[in-house]
């Protein structure tokens, strides 16, 4: 008869567990940096110019400038030679016709007889009068303020949940023999008594 003490122990474990949770943390107080820039008005402004320019009328009162002077007797001159030119022509023209009855020296006593038409009169130049109007620029920049915040967000902490075995004695099953010995074959038993 097989004799077997069998001894068995259970699995001890014990579990934590803690539950998920969210941690915040609170933010300072905000802070504001204000700026404040003023109004501004910039006039930039300009007075009426009159212009005045008499030279014309200075010419017209012989009053001019040395090259106005030297301008002018060149140009009489260049008319005294044009004007002695055309009359020596006329001469020419004129001698060359004696078939017609004129001798030089009637036409020379002719020319001698001539007294130019001469008018004299006196009208001033104006003045050149030139003007330009007044102007006036307005630049206006309004105030301004400017805010700059300085703000933080709360922070938001997740702790998440946990659950932990801990395995305090794993099963275990013990077997033990409590019988005698057998032997095989069984004469070999040092207890052996053959049967009669």
Known sequence: MLALEITSRPLEWEFKSEPARLRMRQSDNPSMEM???????????????????????????????????????????????QRAKQEA????????????????GQYVRQKALEQPTTYQFFIPAPYDISWKPNEQQLDYQPDELNFDWQVEES??????????????????????????????????????????
Do not use: C, W
């Open 35 to 81: 700026e404040h820039k003023p109004s501004e008005l910039r006039i930039q402004s300009r007075n009426i110019e009159v212009q005045l320019d008499g030279t014309a009328l200075r010419a017209s009162l012989e009053h001019r400038k040395i090259n106005d002077f030297m301008v002018q007797a060149g140009q009489k001159g260049y008319e005294g030679a």
């Open 89 to 104: 022509v006329e001469f020419g023209n004129s001698i060359a016709h004696i078939e017609d009855g004129v001798t030089i």
């Open 155 to 196: 922070l938001l902490d997740f702790v998440p949940g946990s659950f932990t075995i801990n395995i305090l004695q794993r099963p275990e099953v013990d077997i033990k023999y409590v019988g005698k010995p057998i032997y095989v074959p069984p004469s070999s038993a040092p207890d052996f008594e053959a049967e009669a």
